[in-house]
């Protein structure tokens, strides 16, 4: 079973500082939404308020169409993972699974049940007589998640959970929570930072920064159609390039000196002569050929030939930075002069105010 959730207007303060600032989001039933943003833009004080453990200074919080501000959190229908395991040491993973329910006084043998078949959605059968030390990292985590399970929530809320695994548990932990999700079906929200975790398992991502919403949508809307230049930044890795640049005419834009032709829907309002930015993403930059147009040259700084693909990090004559990556394995080293030609239809156009420019 899921829920929907919905945040009209919500704000946290902690004294004279608003941590969260008028906050509006729906998230429907079933919906596996990722929270993400930098250190500090208010992704896990939101989480907090959302499951009742911090409390709401404003606005109105409804889980099912119902006000929650000054529902207690033990009757929200929710269960919490956190970035710590917090399994009890001395106990068997049976009995940590076991523990809230036999709090909770249910029977035995729904006790059981509900144990055993926790321990088998997440493959960790085999373990029930172990204590937490005998686990591995990833095994002590998907424990942590099965104390959730057994409770058979409507709303399931992870809080970085993957934040103490090392990069290859990472990426088997977020295979094995978005299998999770498809199996349970209930509705998952998801804090993290990393905004690779938020691209590959998010039905929908919401964006923070300072405690307001900068841009909801699927994984592939933010990345091909930011916002503003926070989010173009924040979503994609290697990070999209930002070139300083200003509209000259009607379908015409200086890019580091270097005249580009846009579609009209591109430029949007920009007016003649104002500085902008001009974004384009490491992989949309082309080394050479004929396709698209030019560029301009930079300097290579450094290559790191990763197999599959070579990201290449230069300098343009301006000064500006630029990441590059090719497909492949190419065969250029440091120092060399490399010509760049993009495809204006993958380029983006940022205002003063980090808007994105287009009709």
Do not use: W
């Not at 899921?2 to 008028?22: C, E």
């Not at 929530?153 to 548990?169: H, Q, R, Y």
């Not at 300098?315 to 490399?338: H, K």
């Amino acid at each position: 079973m899921s829920t929907s959730i919905q945040l009209r207007q919500v704000v946290k303060s902690f004294g004279a500082i608003d941590v969260i600032r008028g906050i509006d989001l729906d998230i429907e039933p079933g919906q596996f939404t990722v929270f993400v943003g930098p250190s500090g833009c208010g992704k896990s004080t939101l989480l907090r308020m959302i499951a009742g453990l911090e409390t709401i200074s404003s606005g109105d919080l409804l889980i099912g169409g119902q006000r929650m501000n000054d529902v207690a959190a033990s009757r929200r229908g929710i269960a919490m993972v956190f970035q710590s395991y917090a399994l009890y040491p001395h106990m068997t993973v049976y009995k940590n699974l076991a523990f809230g329910l036999e709090t909770a006084r249910l029977k035995r043998d729904e006790i059981d049940r509900r144990v055993r078949q926790a321990a088998e959605t997440l493959r960790i059968t085999d373990y029930l007589q172990r204590r937490p030390r005998a686990l591995s990292g990833g095994q002590r985590q998907r424990v942590a998640i099965g104390r959730s399970i057994v409770r058979d929530p409507n709303i399931f809320l992870f809080d970085e959970p993957l934040s103490n695994l090392d990069a290859e548990l990472r990426v088997q932990m977020r295979v094995e929570i978005s299998k999770l999700h498809e199996r349970l079906g209930n509705t998952m929200i998801y804090v993290t930072h990393d905004q690779v975790e938020a691209m590959t398992m998010a039905d929908r991502i919401v964006v923070l920064r300072g405690g307001q919403v900068m841009q909801v949508g699927s994984p592939l809307d933010l990345y091909n159609r930011p916002a503003n230049q926070f989010v173009a930044g924040f979503i994609g890795s290697p990070k999209m390039n930002f070139i300083a640049a200003s509209r000259r005419d009607a379908d015409l834009v200086d890019v580091a000196n270097q005249p580009v032709r846009l579609s009209p829907d591109q430029l949007g309002t920009a007016a003649s002569g104002v500085p902008i930015a001009f974004g384009v993403r490491p992989e949309h930059v082309v080394i050479g050929g004929d396709a698209g147009q030019p560029l301009g040259e930079a300097r290579v700084d450094l290559v790191e030939q990763l197999g599959g693909s070579t990201s290449i990090y230069a300098t343009m004559p301006d000064g500006t930075n630029l990441t590059l990556v090719a497909p492949g394995q190419l065969a250029i080293r440091n120092g060399e002069i490399i010509p760049l030609r993009i495809d204006p239809a993958n380029c983006h156009l940022f205002g003063p105010d980090g808007e994105a420019l287009r009709n």
